[in-house]
């Protein structure tokens, strides 16, 4: 038999803390998974199980210094290990209790808790069609979002009564994998695929949320369209998104808009177009005439001799102090009565010479 | 050739930052480690410094939006390195592909086929 403190390569008065640290480095070295050609390696993996399994019980190690430095050479059975049955084959789960039991309180509790801690909740993204002059000169617009919201039946606790933590994660909620990727070892930890996440044993969770304290929900949110809003705006409306649990906040409501267009108007940066009907004779001559903006009705004065696609600018009749820029359409009537044919005419004549 | 928004990814990474931010008090012991992320192509890579973390202490925790490294120091047995690293929405968090060298974990994110940048 090996003398165990060699194996470990520590002094026979190392302290517990040097055992562990000695093993754990040991075992990432001769981890069958990592040398799958050397079955030396599984036989060194073995050595050092064995003898951290007795260096790190005390009241084993006490007995096997006994068995050591009266004997020399420890050949007594009762000082070794108890033969473990299934010391053949040394699986990544073999692999992963040992870790346990050396991380132990330190790390492995700080990594897997008795029930996952609060989540962050998720974000909800959705579309929003919003009337143009809603959104250029701003509004509020009441929009109906489902997400995720704390579960009434168990108030967000995800169980019924006191629950049994589920069997699969031992309550932890995740399950950790070791990876191997181009020859190196990571673990991963994903959900726990019994329990959805949750540490419940699926039998005690809360039927209405299937343990997670969230269920999906309708709610009606007022939102606040800014002045100016242009087509594929993103909105965040930050705690609006899906509930957090544990406490810990709720996520975004991302509202995406999209701006109906409006066949009088068409938008600039922060100017207005619209197409402006101008009759032929107020065109020639000046005058005034209405006109339709964002804000209201207004009058536009229109200089004499304006033609088609002159534009006229109303001040601060745009989207936040932007103006209105009104393009002249002059208007020619299709029918003419006599009298106007024979102004028309008379008109002709004087502008031909 | 898909077209990178870094400022995008950059603000939506910022974002998550805060969000998940109650993820560091879960071990108030625990040290920050030095992140940096790059984008190019259709991939989002994590640079992950853990000085002093022998492999196989390094653990990846796969979460909706995150993903949370947690690495235990060789040299102070006590001592936990965490890392936040967010995920955008158009990158896929579930297939994180990982490389170890020199104390550096480089984490690579693939964006989702059909995934493109917005805008
Ligand atoms: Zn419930
Ligand atoms: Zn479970």
Redesign the interface.
């Known amino acids: 038999m090996s003398n165990y403190y060699e194996v470990l390569g520590v002094s026979p008065d190392a302290s517990p803390?040097e055992i562990?640290?000695a093993y754990r480095?040991k075992a990432?070295k001769y981890?069958p998974d990592k040398n799958p050609d050397s079955p030396d390696a599984e036989e060194r993996f073995k050595d050092l199980s064995q003898a951290f399994e007795v260096l790190s019980n005390p009241a084993r190690r006490r007995e096997y210094d006994a068995a050591r430095t009266g004997r020399r050479e420890g050949r007594r059975a009762s000082a070794g290990p108890r033969q473990p049955s299934e010391a053949k084959s040394w699986s990544v789960e073999d692999f992963l209790s040992h870790f346990g039991d050396i991380?132990g309180s330190?790390?492995g509790e700080?990594?897997h808790r008795a029930r996952p801690?609060?989540?962050?909740g998720?974000?909800i993204e959705t579309s929003l069609d919003v009337d143009f002059r809603v959104a250029a000169l701003g509004g509020k617009v009441r929009v109906a979002v489902s997400g995720e919201a704390s579960c009434p039946s168990c108030d967000g606790r995800g169980m019924q009564g006191s629950a049994a933590v589920c069997p699969t994660c031992g309550g932890s909620g995740?399950r950790?994998q070791?990876?191997e990727?181009?020859g190196?070892?990571?673990?991963?930890?994903?959900a726990c695929p019994t329990c959805q996440g949750t540490g419940i044993a699926p039998g005690e969770q809360c039927p209405a949320c299937h343990g997670r304290g969230l269920t999906e929900r309708t709610r009606q949110i007022t939102i606040t369209i800014p002045e100016g809003t242009g087509d594929?705006t993103t909105l965040r409306l930050s705690g609006q998104g899906g509930a957090g649990t544990g406490g810990?906040?709720a996520?975004?409501l991302l509202v995406r808009i999209q701006v109906r267009p409006d066949p009088r108007f068409h938008r600039k940066a922060n100017d207005i177009y619209a197409d402006v009907s101008v009759p032929v004779a107020t065109a020639a001559l000046g005058g005034e005439v209405a006109v339709e903006t964002l804000h209201g009705r207004a009058k536009l004065k229109i200089p004499p001799g304006s033609s088609s696609g002159k534009q006229l600018r109303l001040k601060g009749q745009g989207i936040r102090g932007g103006d209105h820029i009104a393009r002249v359409l002059v208007a020619v009537p299709t029918r003419l009565s006599k009298e106007q044919r024979d102004l028309f005419e008379q008109l002709a004549r004087l502008t031909s010479d | 050739m898909v077209a990178i928004d870094l400022t995008r990814i950059a603000e939506e990474i910022e974002?998550l930052e805060r969000?998940?931010a109650?993820l560091y008090r879960?071990?108030p012991s625990?040290e920050r480690a030095e992140v940096r992320w790059t984008a190019s192509g259709r991939t989002l890579r994590w640079h992950v410094c853990l000085e002093d973390v022998?492999?196989?202490d390094?653990?990846?925790?796969?979460?909706?939006?995150v993903l949370v490294i947690?690495a235990?120091r060789?040299t102070h047995?006590?001592s936990?390195l965490l890392a936040l690293l967010p995920v955008p929405?158009d990158f896929d968090v579930e297939q994180?592909?990982?490389?170890?060298e020199f104390g550096y974990l480089e984490v690579r994110l693939s964006r989702r086929s059909g995934g493109g940048a917005q805008?």
């Open positions: 803390e562990k640290k480095r990432i981890h991380f330190d790390f700080s990594f801690r609060g989540r962050p998720f974000d995740r950790t070791r990876t990727r181009q190196q070892f990571y673990s991963v930890t994903r594929g810990v906040p996520g975004d | 974002r969000r998940w109650s879960e071990v625990a022998v492999e196989p390094i653990d990846v925790e796969i979460l909706p939006r947690r235990r060789d047995p006590e936990l929405s994180p592909r990982l490389y170890w805008q």
